[in-house]
């Protein structure tokens, strides 16, 4: 009996005799006696060869691109091969069909067809080259996040994702019947995580958090995967050092551990230098008002000085510097309620958000406010009922202490990371207003 392989594995099976499990990646048919298939089996992607009577039965003649087949050969070299292992072919002695799979696959998984019926076709599309490899890229990349924390020392915590409170403000938040009340998706853990830091110390996780955007931009999804981590006794220089070293360590690892495929998805790709630029808000207002970017694409004012600075000019100022930038203290009116105000000037709060060249914002992140009554002011000010937040002030109760942390995208860092413009190309299956199937 052959040895039963995966294709990363092959390297050492040459001259063996092999057999394979899985899909038809691509097919071509000299029309009488000679087959070629382009195995893939989510691994990698073998050349098949099928001869004479092999290519001549009816599945044969009928095989359609994406069926599964179980192929049996022996692994031969052959310099004109394309695949995982160039030169590698399989030269197949015996075969079978497993699923067969029609004709009409010609006509979804093309480059001319639009972006709905790739959307619609999305469990389809998947298997594409391109596809795949970029799920197989964020797997890489989730798995350099985790071992980044866990080298730090981090305990991973996974707080629940219905809530009865709002973290990031009002009019994002996705609203739910939670047996006969109210509840609501998560717009970040954050939170809850604050409360675990008194239990296990620095902490972190990884879920998803879900924000009723109305606006459609190529970095927005309603549900987006956040990697937060919040932090005891650090102040805020270190703060804005945790989140360097985050996004420094993680490109490094998943350039190490991710070179195949970033060959392929973003060989351009460098490794970050430490330091990076740090810029006040003030300061990036001024910037935009002089090099006069508070305009968008059409030219439309978009903000006064004082405003958030919108997305549009966000992005070209940092496009403009070219580097990530840590923009740091907003003005406290525009920021969440829990943020820490700067000692130096109480109009301000010690918060950060990290931009990207060509992807903007990926990080947003602040000290806490860690004191009772100043929490309970900012309640009251915001108009929201501290009632199903008391698990959150009575952690300034009990032991209160300076702490601060940070979310970031991980759907945007993947942008960044593998060079892709729109952020629904690097999800398995994007949501966002308008779509929520497949
Ligand atoms: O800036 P945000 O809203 O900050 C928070 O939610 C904090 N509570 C995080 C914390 O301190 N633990 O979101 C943080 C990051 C953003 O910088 C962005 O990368 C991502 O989450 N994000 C989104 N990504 C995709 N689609 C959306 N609609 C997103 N909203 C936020
Ligand atoms: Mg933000």
Not at 176 to 185: A, I, R, T, V
Not at 262 to 271: A, E, M, V
Not at 356 to 370: A, L, Y
Request: hydrophobic residues 35%; aromatic residues 10%.
């Amino acid at each position: 009996t052959p040895n039963e392989c995966k294709i990363r594995d092959l390297k050492p099976m040459l001259g063996k005799r092999i057999l394979i499990h899985g899909w038809v990646h691509h097919m071509r048919w000299d029309g009488k006696r000679l087959l070629f298939i382009e195995l893939r089996d989510g691994t990698g992607f073998l050349q098949s060869v099928l001869t004479d009577d092999l290519c001549a039965t009816v599945d044969a003649i009928t095989l359609k691109r994406e069926s599964s087949v179980k192929l049996y050969g022996t692994l031969a070299e052959d310099d004109r091969a394309k695949g995982t292992f160039n030169g590698y072919e399989l030269k197949v002695d015996y075969w079978e069909l497993i699923g067969s799979s029609p004709a009409e696959i010609e006509n979804i998984l093309t480059k001319e067809s639009n972006v709905d019926i790739l959307l619609n076709n999305r469990h389809l599309v998947i298997r594409g080259t391109r596809a795949s490899s970029i799920l197989r890229a964020r797997s890489l990349i989730t798995q350099c996040f985790r071992e980044h924390f866990f080298g730090e020392g981090y305990v991973e915590l996974t707080p629940p994702t219905l809530v009865d409170t709002q973290c990031e403000g009002g009019s994002t938040l996705f609203k739910l019947d939670y047996f006969g009340s109210e509840g609501f998706l998560t717009q970040s853990s954050q939170m809850y995580l604050e409360t675990g830091i008194p239990a296990v110390g620095d902490c972190f996780c990884i879920l998803p958090s879900y924000r009723a955007e109305l606006s459609s931009t190529r970095r927005h999804l309603a549900e987006f995967h956040h990697i937060e981590a919040e932090c005891p006794f650090i102040d805020f220089e270190g703060l804005l050092d945790r989140v360097e070293n985050l996004v420094v360590d993680v490109c490094a690892r998943f350039m190490e551990k991710g070179a195949d495929l970033l060959q392929t998805l973003n060989p351009d790709l460098k490794p970050l230098k430490r330091p990076f630029k740090r810029m006040d808000y003030t300061e990036a207002v001024e910037y935009c008002r002089e090099h006069n970017i508070y305009k968008d694409e059409e030219n439309k004012i978009h903000f006064e000085i004082g405003d958030d600075i919108p997305e549009a000019p966000e992005r070209k100022m940092t496009d403009m510097i070219g580097e990530p930038i840590l923009l740091c203290r907003f003005p406290a009116e525009m920021k969440s309620f829990y943020m820490k105000k700067c000692p130096e000037d109480p109009r301000l709060t010690e918060s950060v958000d990290l931009l990207m060249p060509g992807v903007g914002e990926i990080v947003g992140g602040s000290m806490r406010i860690d004191d009772e009554k100043e929490l309970l002011a900012a309640y009251e000010r915001e108009e929201m009922d501290p009632r199903p937040y008391y698990w959150f002030t009575e952690q300034r109760k009990y032991g209160t202490c300076p702490h601060g942390g940070y979310g970031l995208g991980l759907e945007r860092f993947c942008c960044y990371l593998l060079n892709v413009y729109h952020i629904r190309d690097v999800c398995l299956y994007p949501r966002y207003r308008g779509r929520i199937e497949p």
